[in-house]
């Protein structure tokens, strides 16, 4: 596992680590357990989505953006998501888009700011997928879980939050989420550092990742100690 390189003013750079696999395989229940595991340090870790990086779709009609393909890398603004990593990497905040997935646009003059704290998490289905991102990753998680659990997540998600219907799931899931998926996900498992099976189900998984993270923010907390005191 790579190392960051010391930040400026006397601060560890941020460590990023990216978390990655198939929609529904539990990525989003691993940051959350995580998150949890770390109340002691609240404050170290910042979440980055993928999902907040798709590119608006204002200029299409409501039929068009239903059909886009979500799952293919140019349904994502990665030069945007590149230059802010690069930006937390150097010790800068950032402004992250704001996602509408009713009306498949970004929210106007929406964003969340992102900090640059001692570990960044970068979460999405497609975060080793693109050379640059992924180079830009100091850790590298893959979540493992199988297709027909990942499909009945995605449904019972997608219906609940999204507003979709059973049949434009289904009809979605045959036509682009699966073939992206062995296109693109699934392949990009060979980039991973970790293989976590089971998702959020993986408790030792979540321990281990939890105590590697917890040392980290020890190390940062060392770092900027050590040159105050200096």
Known sequence: MASASAAAG?????VLVGIAGGTGSGKSTITRAVLKTLEPTLGRLTTVGFDSYYKGLAHLDLAARAAFNFDHPDALDLELLAEHLRALKRGEAVEIPSYDFTTHTRVAGATTTATPTPVVVVEGILT????TVRSLMDIKIFVHTPADIRFIRRLKRDIAERGRTLDGVVEQYLTTVRPMHEQFVEPSMRHADVI???GGANQIAIDMIASRIQHICREADAVTTGATST
Not at 10 to 14: E, I, L, W
Not at 128 to 131: E, W
């Open 10 to 14: 006397g601060r560890r750079a941020p």
């Open 196 to 198: 976590v099976p089971e």
């Open 128 to 131: 080793f997928a693109d050379p």
